[in-house]
């Protein structure tokens, strides 16, 4: 159950930079990591920290409860 919110969490946070047309590359160069690194966290590859998380809502300018929603993703 925990794998599935960890995954709805990463594709809230690639729909929303898919969104914005901003790249993986972007991303990760705003957040000081490798484009490599920052793959892993949309695949649900990474634990993503609290601190990370809204460092990930600050560049994609949005709310970061939007991000760990997790219900509009399950029902989709």
Do not use: P
């Not at 601190?51 to 399950?74: N, P, Y």
Request: hydrophobic share 40%; glycine share 2%.
């Amino acid at each position: 159950m925990l794998n599935n919110k960890i995954k709805a969490v990463a594709t809230n946070i690639r729909n929303k930079r898919e969104e914005l047309n901003y790249t993986q590359e972007y991303l990760a160069a705003k957040l000081s990591i490798s484009q490599n690194a920052y793959s892993k966290i949309e695949l649900g590859y990474t634990k993503i920290t609290v601190e990370r998380l809204f460092q990930i809502a600050d560049v994609l300018d949005t709310d970061l409860m939007g991000l760990i929603s997790t219900e509009e993703t399950e029902a989709a």
